[in-house]
């Protein structure tokens, strides 16, 4: 074992956590495998500035509370998977047309992983090589559209996502982005007035599928919507993509021409992207667009990572582990209401909640908020809400996601104990004495309920 603080000699202070206090001895590390603890070591020798980081990470992972709806606790065995002799391969290409020699593992690695998503979500064309769900999302528009041609999606400042058009990403740079919105009373997608829209605008690409949408979309409305006008139907599933291979929300096919996501949210896979589709054309297209249009050399031990996991979301539990974040997720956002907190929406259907502060206290803001549970050891991001008077960093919302607490396997009954603990926090004013006090059970419950290892 370590021999604890005295022989730190990392100056790095990781945010909040003093590196020096941290020891490897069996008493105070966070429980985690014998390979992480074996991989701490060895990188202590040659390494001890990132040696001490990672452990300040893992503690601060183990002995908070995530409520980020886009976080997951992976398993040890895809964190593992994920730092492999698979890092150290050129593999540009596809298996079996390879830009390289040495790619045998590779393609196999490549294969179980495309096999493996095309299973779990139900449809016959995969691409597990894009590094993340905005890369997924450039190749897509890349292989469906042309620079200039119209979209029409849903902005980020009422839950969608960055790359779907906001004006200095690639999306809003080179299309033509047109908006459609959420209904501004009932906060959800009004699906008439999207088609009206569709109308007017002649978008040659519909987008659905946001990053801070409670409810249930309504794929088969939006293909219906597409066909009318003759435009594509792009699904970017990024935030309920583990509900959707759970069984817990609906699935994008066989509605969706073309389907992005990320692995590293509800999927619980390591951070990556990944593209679908039904359609051998469109498959094609998007190949090349993600290699060579898009990407060089892809992550190969991610994409080995991202087998592993979605082996692991095929497994039977996976199911009640989808179905568990939806009912936890539920019973927080209860728990909240009763706390005097307003949810947009009136509620959740999925994994995510977005809390409008200002019932609870008219000058409570999202950055307060976010900080001051922060210091509480209860980390969540501030979030517009729709037709939010405040500016993006400031936000009168709060975003919550139940994923990562169900990972550790808390429930219903924790959901109650944690909307307590937000609420004594957020109604403190941040004062740091109850910061404190919450910080200990927060220690307490995360004790309780450990993470994957
Ligand atoms: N930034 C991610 C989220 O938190 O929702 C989406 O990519």
Not at 88 to 99: D, L, Q, S, T, V
Not at 325 to 338: D, G, H, Q, W
Not at 404 to 409: D, E
């Given at each position: 074992m370590w021999t604890g603080a005295n022989d730190m000699t990392a100056t790095i202070h990781a945010h909040r956590f003093d590196v020096r206090s941290l020891t490897m001895t069996t008493k105070n590390h966070p429980p985690m495998d014998t390979l992480s603890l074996d991989l701490l070591r060895l990188i202590k020798q040659s390494d001890p500035d990132v040696a001490a980081l990672l452990q300040a990470e893992a503690a601060r992972q183990a002995e908070t509370l995530e409520l980020?709806?886009?976080?997951?606790?992976?398993?040890?065995?895809?964190?593992?998977?994920?730092?492999?002799?698979?890092?150290?391969?050129?593999?540009?290409?596809?298996?079996?047309?390879?830009?390289?020699?040495?790619?045998?593992?590779?393609d196999t690695a490549e294969d179980l992983a495309r096999n493996r998503a095309k299973k779990l979500f139900g449809c016959d064309y995969a691409n597990v090589q894009p590094h993340c769900g905005a890369n997924?999302?450039?190749?897509?528009?890349?292989?469906?559209?042309d620079p200039g041609d119209r979209i029409l999606s849903l902005p980020i400042k009422s839950g969608?996502?960055?790359?779907?058009?906001?004006?200095?990403?690639?999306?809003?740079?080179?299309?033509?982005?047109?908006?459609?919105?959420?209904?501004?009373?009932?906060?959800?997608?009004?699906?008439?007035?999207?088609?009206?829209?569709?109308?007017?605008v002649k978008p040659k690409m519909i987008i659905c599928g946001y990053s801070a949408y409670p409810r249930t979309i309504d794929f088969a409305r939006f293909r219906a919507i597409a066909d009318e006008v003759g435009a594509i139907l792009m699904a970017d599933i990024a935030h309920i993509a583990g509900l959707v291979a759970g069984g817990a929300h609906p699935s994008p096919f066989p509605h969706a021409h073309i389907?992005?996501?990320?692995?590293?949210?509800?999927?619980?896979?390591?951070?990556?992207?990944?593209?679908?589709?039904?359609?051998?054309?469109?498959?094609?297209?998007?190949?090349?667009?993600?290699?060579?249009?898009?990407?060089?050399?892809?992550?190969?031990?991610?994409?080995?990572?991202?087998?592993?996991?979605?082996?692991?979301?095929?497994?039977?539990?996976?199911?009640?582990?989808?179905?568990?974040?939806?009912?936890?997720?539920?019973?927080?956002?209860?728990?909240?209401?009763?706390?005097?907190?307003?949810?947009?929406?009136?509620?959740?259907?999925?994994?995510?909640?977005?809390?409008?502060?200002?019932?609870?206290?008219?000058?409570?803001?999202?950055?307060?908020?976010?900080q001051w549970l922060e210091t509480a050891g209860i980390v969540t991001n501030k979030n517009g809400i729709p037709n939010d008077p405040r500016k993006p960093m400031v936000t009168s919302g709060l975003r919550?996601?139940?994923?990562?607490?169900?990972?550790?396997?808390?429930?219903?009954?924790?959901?109650?104990?944690?909307?307590?603990?937000?609420?004594?926090?957020?109604?403190?004013?941040?004062?740091?004495?109850?910061?404190?006090?919450?910080?200990?059970?927060?220690?307490?419950?995360?004790?309780?309920?450990?993470?994957?290892?």
């Open positions: 980020i709806a886009s976080e997951n606790h992976v398993s040890a065995s895809v964190m593992h998977a994920a730092g492999t002799w698979m890092t150290n391969k050129y593999a540009e290409g596809y298996p079996g047309k390879r830009y390289y020699g040495g790619c045998e593992h590779h997924a999302n450039i190749a897509a528009f890349m292989a469906m559209c969608g996502h960055l790359s779907h058009g906001l004006k200095p990403n690639f999306s809003g740079t080179f299309y033509e982005i047109h908006d459609y919105d959420v209904d501004p009373d009932s906060e959800r997608l009004d699906y008439d007035v999207i088609a009206a829209r569709a109308h007017e389907v992005t996501t990320t692995t590293h949210k509800t999927l619980r896979g390591p951070r990556g992207g990944l593209i679908l589709s039904n359609d051998e054309e469109i498959a094609k297209k998007i190949d090349r667009k993600v290699f060579p249009g898009s990407q060089g050399g892809p992550l190969m031990h991610v994409i080995t990572a991202k087998a592993v996991a979605f082996r692991e979301a095929l497994e039977p539990s996976f199911r009640d582990y989808a179905a568990n974040v939806v009912t936890n997720a539920k019973a927080l956002a209860a728990s909240l209401v009763e706390h005097g907190y307003r949810l947009c929406t009136g509620g959740t259907d999925n994994h995510l909640l977005l809390v409008d502060l200002r019932p609870r206290d008219a000058d409570l803001t999202g950055a307060d908020a976010e919550l996601g139940t994923a990562a607490l169900t990972t550790r396997g808390m429930g219903t009954s924790e959901m109650k104990v944690v909307a307590g603990l937000l609420d004594r926090v957020m109604g403190s004013q941040g004062d740091a004495a109850v910061a404190e006090t919450v910080r200990g059970e927060v220690r307490d419950l995360c004790g309780a309920f450990p993470l994957p290892h």
